[in-house]
């Protein structure tokens, strides 16, 4: 997921441009793009929307209001359809809370006869969350990433988002929580839509730090964000390398294993995995 593009659920018209864009996932947002008095709206539009035919191949996410709110239960509700592969939750600040919004997740798949499990991006945005990120990234294997929310996290603390060593601290220690667990840590959303080369040294700095991808508010930033996050050749012939020797190594029941001088398990698998899945969609790989 290089690119994740942010959709507000109340703008229904923007739907389906969304699924012919560039985006590797499309983020529908009932929380903050939404304005209190539209929730209700929001999310029956939205609803119907997944329930209909998927007319694309990207990841779908929901961002749903937080756990605390009133509207957390009616959007896990609504949206729990078998056009939703991912709930997001915002403002994560404990293992306890991702077990209780699953809770609530489960239950409504049970009651709509959804048989895939959906899985769950927690955003970490509070000092508390934070602290913490070890801990939820670890709550239970349905918690597929961490995902960085820098205005929420840092308005509070009087830190700018301009502030490079607050950034970077941040996204070492939400990556360090991500890699415990052997998930995916996505970079948040650059605001400044119209300074394309300084979202492009954002996404830079985020890949630097093994992150997998990054949100984007706008469509102008998808293709910035698919070439920061593409894997270079080199990453490529590895990742290959390395799903032809886990398919050897499966057969001979082997879990670890070394490929061109470097040890292999679980975690590396799925990553070459994925890199190899992209690039076949992306057309720079051909069976």
Not at 220 to 237: K, W
């Amino acid at each position: 997921m290089r690119s994740k593009l942010f959709v507000p659920a109340s703008r229904p018209e923007l739907f389906e441009k969304a699924a012919r864009s560039e985006a590797d996932a499309i983020s529908f947002d009932l929380e903050d793009a939404v304005d209190e008095a539209r929730k209700h709206e929001a999310r029956a539009v939205l609803s119907a929307h997944l329930e209909a035919p998927r007319t694309h191949d990207k990841l779908v996410l929901v961002r749903v209001n937080a756990l605390a709110t009133e509207h957390f239960k009616q959007d896990v509700e609504a949206i729990v359809r078998t056009g939703l592969d991912v709930i997001n939750l915002p403002k994560i600040e404990s293992p306890e809370e991702i077990l209780a919004a699953l809770s609530h997740i489960e239950f409504c798949e049970a009651r709509h006869g959804i048989t895939e499990p959906i899985r769950i991006l927690a955003n970490i945005e509070t000092p508390a969350g934070l602290q913490n990120a070890s801990a939820s990234a670890a709550a239970h294997p349905r918690v597929m990433g961490l995902q960085i929310g820098f205005g929420d996290l840092f308005a509070p603390l009087g830190i700018r988002q301009s502030n490079s060593f607050a950034i970077a601290q941040t996204r070492w220690s939400v990556r360090i929580a991500a890699a415990q667990v052997g998930i995916d840590a996505f970079d948040g959303a650059f605001v400044n839509i119209s300074a394309p080369d300084d979202f492009v040294a954002d996404a830079q700095a985020a890949r630097a730090m093994g992150f997998t991808g990054k949100s984007c508010i706008h469509p102008s930033q998808l293709r910035l964000a698919n070439e920061v996050f593409r894997p270079t050749p080199d990453e490529l012939a590895h990742a290959v390398d390395v799903t032809r020797a886990a398919a050897d190594a499966g057969a001979r029941a082997v879990g670890a294993f070394v490929v061109n001088g470097q040890l292999v398990d679980g975690p590396f698998i799925t990553r070459a995995q994925r890199i190899v899945e992209q690039a076949r969609r992306d057309g720079l790989l051909v069976d």
